[in-house]
């Protein structure tokens, strides 16, 4: 399956961002979906993830009750709504898919997307 992450941009702080994920190759249904983030100089980090029907989602607490994400598996489309920015934020979004379910461990998932930049201003 490939994976092309979009949405990324240029945000004020407290801003808002949707990222998109889609999926080519093969239908996402099949798959948990994760997405992870990586600021420069800083190793890659867990952000958000959901099973494969999305009824069940995991956040690291650093987002949670500010970020969601959501699945559209008849559009083969995974999505992150990212509200209430912070600089320290800003990062290379990476979406995931894995076979595991919902996972925080990046090397659960064996498909990646090529990231979207989020810039968050202060």
């Known amino acids: 399956v490939q994976l092309q992450a979009s949405g990324g941009g240029l945000v004020q702080a407290g801003g808002s961002l949707r990222l998109s994920c889609a999926a080519s190759g093969r239908t996402l249904s099949v798959y948990g979906m994760g997405w992870f983030r990586q600021a420069p100089g800083k190793e890659r980090e867990f952000v958000a993830a959901?099973?494969?029907?999305?009824?069940?989602?995991d956040y690291a607490d650093s987002v949670k009750g500010r970020f969601t994400i959501s699945r559209d598996n008849a559009k083969n489309t995974v999505y992150l709504q990212m509200n209430s920015l912070k600089p320290e934020e800003t990062a290379v979004y990476y979406c995931?898919?894995?076979?595991?379910?919902?996972?925080?461990?990046?090397?659960?998932?064996?498909?990646w997307g090529q990231g979207t930049l989020v810039t968050v201003s202060s």
């Open positions: 995931a898919a894995g076979k595991w379910g919902a996972s925080r461990w990046y090397g659960d998932y064996q498909y």
């Open positions: 959901a099973t494969r029907s999305g009824g069940t989602t």
